[in-house]
């Protein structure tokens, strides 16, 4: 579980997710952060995932996660009863649950994002066979399965087109070239077949250089499979000699593996690579850009004679004096605060030099570590191959690696105690060569009166240096002790972080469960109340019907029915009755409507007569109308 979470923890610090979670912060992620780790890493993969799970309900993220894992092939562990718990999992965002998931995801997300772009277009859509006997929806989905189909093949030539590494340009050019030499091979073919007409028994022959030529054809596939089997094996070999090399390293770091011994080492290495990258590289490539900028302006100018080199010397011996005047005339200024700080300034350089010097030793130790372990293989092999004998194992392995190790370590005593004399002895040497410099060019009353100085800055500085010392130990105490607390403090943290983890969560289950019990409650009560209030209503009722009083009987609910009842009945009878009268006085009634209407007729009849005669009488006219005499205007 421990190589899982640091193999998810090593990936998410890489490109594209860049988390920079360590074993400690990741483990204490709560649920909710787990999931959105888990959505990030499936949004690489398929970039429409990418979605905030706090504005998402659960059951929808659930849903999309459980979709898109089941297009990718997951199987979780376990049979039908670990499915539900499984999604369960997913649901609350279980460790156990997502853990393996993201591992998963992890070990293969270039292959993942190429099935999910795949899945996009490849995953058939199941048509019911009720609606595939309609002829428009069958051709639709015949039209859907031809399409995918074509986009299977296109994108296998595309696949094949990618890695196989040719243009068209390059190809056109080798069709070109290889239509030339067909030309010239037809030519010759036809040159040699006239030669060989003229000889004897010429297709015998030809059928015995075919055959000839199949053979060593043959010949040279066998020759080459032979030479790829012996490559196979020798490749397996390496193999097999790099697998026993790490199973041995492995074995031999298991020996003493504690998680502390652990962690120092990697803090060590962490140290080491850290000084590597930000000092000592830096630091040696700006020293080789120096140079080449150095060597490209020296191979840029034209070339020097020797007067020109004479000319040079004398510049450089006139800067030299120079430094030397400047030296002097800083030498016999009185400045305490300057001689400090170039104490300071020589043991920084001092510092500095020997940790140069300690990582090239280091970087050496590995390099001659790698050589040695690539000779011990060798030899191995070829003791094995000439005598059978195996190297040492099991408590012999261990005496001679503690021997080993107790003379490496004597080693590097020695070795850094050389390495100081040597850096001391450099120091020392530079020192005697400034002071004799000086001796020539300074009088005997400048020395008298320097070497005066030099005993009262150390006899000044004696006493600091004293204190300086005392603060040295005490700063390293100090540090100590700080790492010491930092340590419990982190595991104190982290074992109250997964403390506190778990106390949210059932905290969160029983405040559910107290919601739950709490909507229950109320519901309950409202049921009560209704069912009491029912209740009521009943025994009033019945209190009603069987009191004595009539006025009490009256406002029983059974006597208003029954008067209700009574009253409508009342009003059947009487609709009946009207309704009977009114069958009766139908056909009457329709007869003398239907006159009614003839006469209405026959008004407008004799209406249109008269407009249309009063339009034909002219005006002034007299008409008799009725036996009366009538004028026209």
Known sequence: MSDQIKFIVDNLNKEPFRKNYNLITFDSLEPMQLL????????????????????????????????LLGILKYKPPGNATDMSTFRQGL????????????????????????????????????????????????????????????????????????????????????????????????????????????VQNHQRMLKIARQLRVEKEREEFLAQQKQEQKNQLFHAVQRLQRVQNQLKSMRHAAADAKPESLMKRLEEEIKFNSYMVTEKFPKELESKKKELHFLQKVVSEPAMGHSDLLELESKINEINTQINQLIEKKMMRNEPIEGKLSLYRQQASIISRKKEAKAEELQEAKEKLANLEREVSVKTNQTREFDGTEVLKGDEFKRYVSKLRSKSTVFKKKHQIIAEFKAEFGLLQRTEELLKQRHENIQHQLVKKLNSLVSEKKSALAPVIKELRQLRQKCQELTQECDEKKSQYDSCAAGLESNRSKLEQEVRGLREECLQEESRYHYTNCMIKNLEIQLRRATDEMKAYVSSDQQEKRKAIREQYTKNIAEQENLGKKLREKQKAVRESHGPNMKQAKMWRDFEQLMECKKQCFLKQQSQTPMGQVIQEGGEDRLVL
């Open 36 to 67: 959105q780790v888990l959505n990030d890493v499936l949004a690489e993969i398929d970039p429409k995932q990418v979605v905030d799970i706090r504005e998402e309900m659960p059951e929808q993220t659930t849903k999309r996660m459980l979709s």
């Open 91 to 198: 649901v609350i965002g279980s460790k156990p649950v997502i853990y393996p998931v993201l591992h998963w995801l992890l070990q293969r997300t270039n292959e993942l994002k190429k099935r999910a772009y795949l899945a996009r277009f490849l995953i058939k859509l199941e048509v019911p066979s009720e609606f595939l006997q309609d002829e428009t929806v069958a051709d639709t989905n015949k039209q859907y399965e031809e399409l995918m189909e074509a986009f299977k093949t296109l994108h296998k030539e595309c696949e094949q087109l990618k890695t196989s590494g040719f243009s068209t340009a390059e190809i056109r050019r080798d069709i070109s070239a290889m239509e030339e030499e067909k030309d010239q091979l037809i030519k010759r073919v036809e040159r040699l077949k006239k030669r060989v007409e003229t």
